[in-house]
C-alpha cells in the first residue's frame, strides 16, 4: 500500500513519506554514489558504490549504535554498522557490496534510485535519504543547509563541494573523452544520437525486426553523405575503436535505427550492433572510425517503451511516444514523467462503473460473463483515447493500451477484464480485477490518472463513485447506461 500511495500521490509528494533532508546534527547520511567507476579506486574492492556517512554533531559518535537499510520492510536485514568512533566533524565510507569487509554494507545500490535509511539501536528510523536516479560518477550530496542536489565531481571521505546543482548533469568531471592515439587522422563530420528506447516492447515494430529489445536513433546533420563504416556504438568510454559498425551510408537529414542486441535484424532501414542498453540508465558513446568521439549521452532509468529523446537546442527529456526514424515532436519531450491526478476526473474520461464479480450481469462475445469497467466521457469534446491506459498495477500504469477509438461527449465504453487482450471489435483488457486492487486510467499523453481502490463486494455489485468523488455501490450494474440508484454498502 505504501508504494500504491506514494505513486497516487505523484513523485513531487515523496518527500512526505521518505523527507531527503537529514538533521542538522548528529550521523548524517552525507553523499551517495550508485554507478562508481572513477570516483573512488579501492585495492581490495576495485570500484564500488559507495555512501559517505558525516558526524555533523560536535562529540564523537559510536557507529555501531546505528543500522543502514535500503529495505525499511526487513529491517532485521539492516546492515550494522563497524565498531568505530567518528569524530565530530569526521567522514566513513560504506561500501554497497553484499560481500566483504567490515564497511561493506550487504547490499547494492540501485542507478534508477534508492532510499536508505539510518536507525539507531532500537531499530528506530534516524534519517531516510531518498536517492534519485544517477548517472555515473555523478554523486547526490548534501549542501550546508542539509538539502541534497547532484555533483558532478564526487568528494568521498571529504567536505562536499559548494557548487551542488538542482539538475542531474550530463556526465560526470571525471569523465573523459579518449582521444585517438594520432591527430593527423582525419574526423568524421558530426553524426548524433538522437532518441533512444532501452526497454523495447512496442515502441519499435518491423518486419524482421522482431527481436529488438533495446534501440538508438542516428541523425546526420550535415549536407553530405556520411559513411558509417568502422564507427563504434558503446557504453564504454575506452571502446573507442571496437568497430561495431557495418558498412552503411547515411544520407543528408536520414535517421538511421539501430537495434541493440544479439538477435538479427532484417528489417528494412535497420542495423545491428552488439551492444546492450541498460534499463536503469547509463552512458552512451558513438565513435567514428578514427575513434573521435562524435556523440555522447548520459540516459536514466527508463520505463518500457519509453525513449530519451533530443531536442533541437541538444537538450534531452522523456517521450511517451518515441518516434523511431523521424524527428521527435519537441512539445512531446518531457522534463519528467511524475504522474498526475485528474484535477477534475468527472468532466473528462474517467472510471464510471466497474463490476469485478460479474454473476447475472452481461456477457462476453464468447458467453463469458467476465469483469468490466465502464468509462464515462463527462466533459463537453471527444477525447481520442490513443495514448490512454488501463492498469491493475499503480507502478505499471501502461500495461494495457487502449485502441485509438474516439469517445464522444457523454458516452460510455465498456472494457471486459477478461484477460483475452483483444482491442479488434469487442475490447478485451490483458488482465482481471481482484478485490483489494485499484484500477488506473492513464493519459500518457497529458500524464494525468483517474484511479478506484476496489473493495470486497458481494456478488454482482458494482463500485463507481459519485460527484463528490465518494466510493457508492450498485446492486444493478447498468454497462453502457447511466448508473442505477446506490446501495449504502457493497454487502
Not at 212 to 237: A, Y
Not at 469 to 486: I, K, M, Q, R, W
Request: charged residues 25%.
Amino acid at each position: 500500500m505504501l508504494a500504491l500511495a506514494l505513486l497516487l500521490t505523484g513523485c513531487d509528494q515523496l518527500e512526505r513519506y521518505f523527507p531527503s533532508g537529514s538533521p542538522k546534527e548528529g550521523l548524517l547520511i552525507n553523499e551517495v554514489v550508485t554507478s562508481n567507476q572513477l570516483s573512488l579506486q579501492d585495492q581490495v574492492y576495485g570500484s564500488p558504490d559507495w555512501i559517505e556517512l558525516y558526524n555533523g554533531s560536535d562529540q564523537s559518535i559510536r557507529l555501531s549504535n546505528y543500522y543502514i537499510t535500503d529495505n525499511m520492510e526487513a529491517p532485521q536485514k539492516a546492515f550494522q554498522l563497524p565498531d568505530v568512533s567518528l569524530a565530530p566533524g569526521g567522514f566513513y565510507l560504506l561500501y554497497a557490496r553484499k560481500k566483504g569487509g567490515e564497511n561493506c554494507v550487504g547490499f547494492s545500490l540501485k542507478k534508477g534510485g534508492e532510499v536508505l535509511t539510518l536507525m539507531d539501536a532500537h531499530m528506530e528510523e534516524v534519517s531516510s535519504l531518498v536517492v534519485p536516479t544517477l548517472i555515473r560518477d555523478v554523486s547526490y550530496a548534501r549542501r550546508d543547509d542539509g538539502s541534497y542536489g547532484y555533483c558532478d565531481l564526487p568528494t568521498p571521505g571529504a567536505p562536499n563541494r559548494d557548487d551542488i546543482r538542482d539538475d542531474l548533469p550530463l556526465s560526470s568531471q571525471l569523465m573523459k573523452e579518449p582521444e585517438p592515439e594520432t591527430e593527423d587522422k582525419p574526423r568524421s563530420p558530426d553524426i548524433l544520437i538522437t532518441e533512444l528506447v532501452s526497454k523495447n516492447k512496442s515502441s519499435l515494430t518491423a518486419d524482421g525486426c522482431d527481436g529488438c529489445t533495446e534501440w538508438v536513433e542516428l541523425f546526420n546533420p550535415n549536407d553530405i553523405p556520411v559513411s558509417l563504416s568502422g564507427f563504434t556504438l558503446t557504453d564504454d568510454m575506452n571502446e573507442g575503436e571496437r568497430h561495431n559498425f557495418p558498412d552503411v551510408e547515411l544520407s543528408p537529414g536520414q535517421f538511421l535505427i539501430v537495434c541493440c542486441g544479439r538477435d538479427a535484424c532484417t528489417a528494412e532501414g535497420h542495423v545491428r550492433v552488439d551492444i546492450g542498453l541498460s534499463a536503469q540508465g547509463e552512458e552512451l558513446y558513438l565513435f567514428d572510425s578514427n575513434g573521435y568521439t562524435l556523440d555522447h549521452v548520459s540516459f536514466p532509468a527508463l520505463s518500457a517503451d519509453v525513449s530519451w529523446a533530443r531536442r533541437s537546442d541538444g537538450s534531452w527529456g522523456y517521450c511517451i511516444q518515441p518516434t523511431p526514424g523521424s524527428a521527435s515532436i519537441e512539445e512531446s519531450i518531457l522534463m519528467d514523467l511524475s504522474p498526475l491526478p485528474m484535477d477534475d476526473p468527472f468532466h473528462t474520461i474517467h472510471i464510471h462503473e466497474v463490476l469485478y464479480r460479474n454473476e447475472h450481469s452481461i456477457l462476453d462475445e464468447d458467453g463469458d460473463r467476465s469483469d468490466f469497467v465502464e468509462l464515462y466521457n463527462g466533459g463537453d469534446t471527444a477525447v481520442d483515447l490513443g495514448g490512454w491506459y488501463l492498469s491493475d498495477t499503480p507502478e505499471k500504469m501502461t500495461k494495457w493500451p487502449l485502441p485509438k477509438v474516439s469517445l464522444a461527449p457523454g458516452a460510455y465504453l465498456l472494457i471486459f477484464l477478461s484477460g483475452k487482450d483483444r482491442d479488434g471489435g469487442e475490447l478485451h483488457a490483458s488482465f482481471s480485477l481482484r478485490a483489494g486492487e485499484t484500477l488506473v486510467l492513464y493519459d500518457s499523453v497529458g500524464r494525468r490518472y483517474d484511479a478506484l481502490l476496489v473493495p470486497e463486494t458481494a456478488e454482482n455489485v458494482s463500485i463507481g463513485r459519485d460527484e463528490n468523488g465518494a466510493v457508492v455501490f450498485y446492486s444493478h450494474p447498468t454497462p453502457l447506461e447511466e448508473n442505477g440508484n446506490p446501495i449504502p454498502t457493497g454487502k
